[in-house]
């Protein structure tokens, strides 16, 4: 058997695959849930499913946060609470998923049925009566805020008028999700 000398020519593509292959073996996985968010220092710390050992990741301008069903979002978007997979690497983000289902999701949530009131398209809130009591909430909307008809049309809130019913799903008096019957029909 013939033993051919190992070329130096080819030690830098040898090193190259090897960089390449390491490189992508670098990149981890997490997944836990959002304990806190700090939107100046561009972080998010998680704890981690299984573990509840607390990790720091840093996300940066090519960092893709997105929900579960592909929409996008911004750091100041994710809550604590949600549930994340983050791919990173060096504790850098490369992609964040984000479940904007939180945790006992039913449980800590609280519904409000009524009457819009007034909207206030600036400061993101909605002025609800509640029926039967006739008692005023102000609700915040934020980006995650699902608007929609009860018969499954997606709104806005600057689509909500005074007048229109409502059925409001909200944590701390931020709407997860609102159905509206809208006055005078859709």
Known sequence: MSRRPFSL????????????????ARADKLAGHVKSVDADANTIVVKESGTDKEYTVTVNGRTRITTNDGHDLGLKEVEPGDGVGILHERSVASQVKVSVKRPGEGRGASKLSGHVDSV????????????????EYTV????????????GHDLELKDLKPGD????????????????????GT
């Open 9 to 24: 020519a080819a030690w830098p593509v040898a090193l190259l695959a090897i960089g390449v292959f390491a490189g992508a």
């Open 120 to 135: 206030d398209k600036d400061k993101k809130t909605i002025v609800v009566k509640e029926s039967g009591t006739d008692k």
């Open 140 to 151: 915040t909307v934020n980006g995650r805020t699902r608007i929609e008809t009860t018969d």
């Open 165 to 184: 019913g409502v059925g409001i799903l909200h944590r701390a008096s931020v709407a997860t999700a609102i159905k509206v019957s809208v006055k005078g």
